[in-house]
């Protein structure tokens, strides 16, 4: 349930609302291990079918419309990846693609490609360039891609042919939410009965050390604060000891999904991460009409435009905004700023900074096909191309793939999966996996 499986997934479902163009959801399909360490509650499928049963059922009970687009799924691996690439370090807890996943699409259908978190599909893709396969690229960044992308806040590095642009909306439930706090507001009843809160997977980074160390560092200034955090993660144990030592009453909770009953009386929204490029649980909690507390950071940019935004610079600030947020009551937002938030929104401002809201006509020339085909060298007219070369052909072997920290064995799709997904088994897989 992160980001960037439901975002995707929502984004299709927008792109297709208005049945102007075919849209198809590419997803990855992983073998029932993998399913038990990356799927909640237990949730496993026998059958790719029933995987997409549930998504779309998932889908049909947040959205309130019939979206017509197509799931294809491509062969995935999930592994826990620690290797040392050109003096970095990579921690991966991610799903990464087995074999050309570009051959799950047909080439008659292959004219946009949107790829979410695009350097999880080209780090250790050896198969098809994705600008021969599609007539365009978009990439939606969060961390690296030298590709023309689009990344959702400033956060990132600057890349060649980048745009700075929110595409993301908030689940409609958020919405409704917030309409229903407005009521309550607009009616002269009390819509925020609770505190302050903060929500995210519970590891370090996702914005917990920063919090605990502010509330901390300041237990004084903040006496009588009340903090609920609720979050499920590798860092649970930690998180729970560290806020045990504080005075202040931190009290630590299992996760769970933002929209429940749970959350919609809490005022104050404190998120202080600055790892993320844009925060969803800040657009959520926004939506349902509460105040945010957000670091003063090109990550949350897009959320200042917003009245129950309130922003600091440093610790001194935090707790003079956290105490005003508490003081006060959020501000009622307006049908505009509602819409921004919302999906609808996300996805004009996608079509219009993609340029795909004007006559798509662009087709690849046919001799950029033969020169990235070609093995010679001074064919290449740019840096670009050479280098998509000698990617190609260091993604091609086992060897090199370990050292940069590729899951072992993902050239190709394994014997099982193939058969899963009705592919063909790739020579020198078959019977390997017994």
Request: glycine share 6%; proline share 4%.
């Amino acid at each position: 349930m992160t980001g960037t499986a439901v975002n995707p997934l929502f984004r299709a479902a927008y792109l297709a609302k208005d049945g102007e163009r075919p849209v198809s959801l590419v997803i990855p399909w992983l073998s029932l291990k993998d399913q038990k360490l990356v799927y909640p509650n237990n949730i496993t499928f026998s059958r790719p079918t029933e995987q997409e049963a549930y998504v779309r059922r998932w889908l049909d009970e947040r959205i309130g419309f019939k979206s017509d687009f197509s799931i294809l799924f491509y062969p995935g691996k999930y592994q826990l990846v620690t290797s040392i690439l050109l003096q970095f370090s990579l921690d991966k807890r991610s799903i990464l693609a087995a074999g050309d996943i570009s051959e799950v699409v047909p080439d008659e259908n292959a004219d946009v490609a949107i790829l979410e978190e695009p350097e999880h599909l080209t780090w250790f893709h050896h198969g098809k360039r994705w600008k021969i396969k599609f007539r365009l690229v978009v990439g939606i960044i969060h961390t690296n891609y030298l590709e023309y992308v689009i990344r959702l806040s400033a956060a990132t590095q600057d890349y060649p042919k980048s745009i700075v642009c929110n595409v993301h909306g908030v689940n409609p439930k958020f919405l409704v939410i917030g309409n229903k706090k407005l009521e309550q507001q607009r009616n002269g009843v009390q819509a925020f009965t609770k505190g302050a809160y903060y929500i995210g997977k519970m590891v370090w980074s996702k914005g917990y050390k920063e919090l605990l160390k502010l509330l901390q560092d300041h237990q004084k200034e903040l006496t009588g604060l009340e903090v609920d955090l609720y979050g499920s993660g590798e860092d649970s144990d930690q998180v729970q000891e560290a806020a045990k030592r504080l005075e202040l009453a931190v009290r630590v909770h299992p996760g769970r999904d933002h929209a429940d009953l749970q959350f919609h009386d809490y005022k104050v929204f404190l998120n202080p991460s600055t790892t993320d490029v844009l925060c969803t649980t800040t657009a959520e909690a926004l939506a349902m009409g509460k105040i945010v507390v957000c670091a003063n950071h090109p990550s949350n940019e897009f959320f200042k435009q917003f009245p129950n935004c309130r922003t600091y610079d440093n610790a001194d600030g935090f707790v003079k905004v956290t105490q005003q947020a508490l003081a006060e009551e959020p501000v009622q937002l307006t049908d505009a700023q509602r819409h921004e938030l919302s999906w609808e929104a996300a996805t004009e401002r996608f079509l219009r900074v993609a340029e795909l809201d004007q006559a798509f006509t662009w087709k690849p020339s046919e001799s950029i096909s033969k020169r990235f085909m070609s093995t010679s060298l001074g064919l290449w007219s740019s840096v670009e191309d050479a280098s998509a070369y000698v990617h190609h052909v260091a993604s091609g072997f086992e060897t090199t793939r370990k050292i940069f920290g590729a899951i072992p064995k993902s050239l190709q799709p394994d014997e099982e999966q193939c058969k899963e997904l009705g592919l063909a088994i790739p020579a020198g897989k078959r019977g390997s996996q017994k």
